[in-house]
């Protein structure tokens, strides 16, 4: 690709006045999904707190997730008796952390369930991803400065930006929660699935840089 020059001045901005308004799919699911990651990531960390690691956590939701409850049981005393080795009185009890588990698996079905839904509504879930990421890994301003920087590095990359504005306006005028209007049992068809898989190669890799220099 050809250099072009690019203007010194201060990054693009991310977002407008449109496209920050309630009205539109993109930022209404881009809110669902970090609501509820913050949610979950509030749990993971209580239960961390109180002797369950993130992997036995992981193991048991994923159970909860596929199996019925009784079928995690094991694992659930294993773990409880795990934390009581360490933390002795101040572990988490079985009634507690099956509560606490009941909670993470609703919350991964509801967060799984916006994903479905955008994408049945045209959302790629790869740039969607990343987004949610740059913006998680900047609570403090909502991710602004990082998509900002994601946009100049684009720009200066000659990613054309003319369909931007065509792109967006699919978006907007859609129902106002995405959550109350999707059966649990839907499922994203196998072309979905090969559409939100085919996302912009260049895209994810220009994301993936900014993403990991705000890491590190």
Do not use: W
């Not at 881009?30 to 990651?37: A, D, G, K, P, R």
């Not at 900002?148 to 054309?160: K, T």
């Amino acid at each position: 690709m050809p250099a072009r020059e690019v203007d010194p001045g201060p990054a693009p901005e991310a977002v407008d006045a449109q496209a920050a308004t309630p009205g539109n799919l993109i930022s209404r699911t881009v809110e669902e999904i970090c609501t509820l990651t913050s949610a979950i990531n509030d749990v993971r960390e209580d239960l961390r707190a109180r002797g369950v690691d993130h992997q036995q956590t992981k193991l048991m939701v994923e159970r909860g997730l596929k199996d019925p409850p009784e079928d995690r049981r094991k694992l659930v005393l294993e773990s409880v008796e795990q934390a009581r080795s360490v933390l002795g009185s101040d572990a988490i009890g079985v009634e507690a952390l099956e509560e606490k588990l009941d909670r993470l698996v609703a919350l991964e079905k509801d967060n799984r369930h916006v994903r479905i839904l955008a994408l049945q509504q045209g959302v790629q879930m790869q740039p969607l991803n990343y987004l949610t990421q740059l913006i998680g890994l900047n609570t403090g301003d909502g991710g602004v400065q990082a998509v900002n920087l994601f946009i100049a590095y684009a720009d200066a990359a000659g990613i054309p930006f003319d369909r931007v504005g065509t792109l967006r306006a699919q978006f907007d005028d859609e129902p106002r929660s995405v959550l109350p209007d999707i059966p649990r049992d839907v499922r994203p068809t196998r072309a979905e699935s090969a559409r939100a898989l085919a996302a912009d190669v260049v895209v994810g890799v220009v994301l993936t840089v900014v993403i990991m220099s705000l890491v590190l």
